[in-house]
């Protein structure tokens, strides 16, 4: 009978990730952090929270969709707003009516969200790691302490840019929909027998709005200017990984989610551009999406970019960064031409 991985005594763990790496051609301390990931989803989605929450973002396109070719270190999360603040939205409601009403439930959001995660999050994790015996730790992070850290202690290192950290970033201004169940597994399964590796079944978001979250969010910095903060780059890859996949006809042509996306962010995520104007949303996915940055920007890009490469964050063969943009250019030619027809 196959041994639990998280079972095994240190030195074990270690040689089965360098027999996996030897077998994958992935760098062993990309494999650990893997499991880990993979260990968390199963955790949050066996718990009674999976009622109520969705997994998203770069990790859900890699992990259960599998049409990303990079290696997706943290967990993007959404906990159902309708759950968080329903004397707020008043049940099935999940958009304010208005501008100040929005502002009324964002506040409520982040007061509420920090609490949710430290008095119902975090203690299913830590029950899990001390039932198990597992040697890691749990802390709130973030500056608005909307994110749960994981950390674990490293069996194998690699540059540094990915670090031995699983950090869950939680959201609480939408409903996570569409999604549906989704079975994932480790990527060091089937690398290594004799041993058995986590599997998780989360609650994932649709491609479609995995999409339009990301072409607006890119769409944003184009429109400002500049990259704020840095890993920044997968956006990008992710895009037009989506465009070489067989969901990218579905999803741009999907218009509901499009403009939902919109709507939402409309409401929650009001930005200025470099000009001072406000970001327009709708029109962005109307025909009017730009997501392929100029000057400083692209010059910020291309560096994070770079620091994805060093630490063999790509899983697969990764496209010059020139190419990257090229095709995120043709990403958005073609999203905008479905728009208009």
Known sequence: MAEAYFALSAADRAEVLEVGR???GRPAHLLEKDLWVVWTLDTLFRSPLSDDLTFK???SLSKAYRIIDRFSEDLDLTYDIRRLIPDLTGGDTFLPANRSQASKWTKAVRDRLPHWIAETVQPVLQQ???RQQLDASLAIAGAANDQLLLRYPPTKRGTGYVAPVITMEFGGRSTGEPHAKMAISCD???HVTGVSFPTATPVVMSVARTFWEKATATHV???QGRIRGERYARHWHDLAAIMRSEHFKAAIENRDVAQAVADHKS?????KDAAGGEVDYRAAVRGDLHIVPEGPARTALEADYARMLDDQVMVGD???FDEL???CQDVALRANAAAVQ
């Open 22 to 24: 030897a077998s994958s």
């Open 318 to 320: 990764a496209l010059p």
């Open 221 to 223: 910095y184009c429109a």
């Open 57 to 59: 973002g770069g990790t």
């Open 267 to 271: 409401h929650f995520f009001s930005e």
């Open 188 to 190: 060091i399964d089937g």
């Open 325 to 327: 943009m090229a095709t």
């Open 128 to 130: 899990a790691l001390d």
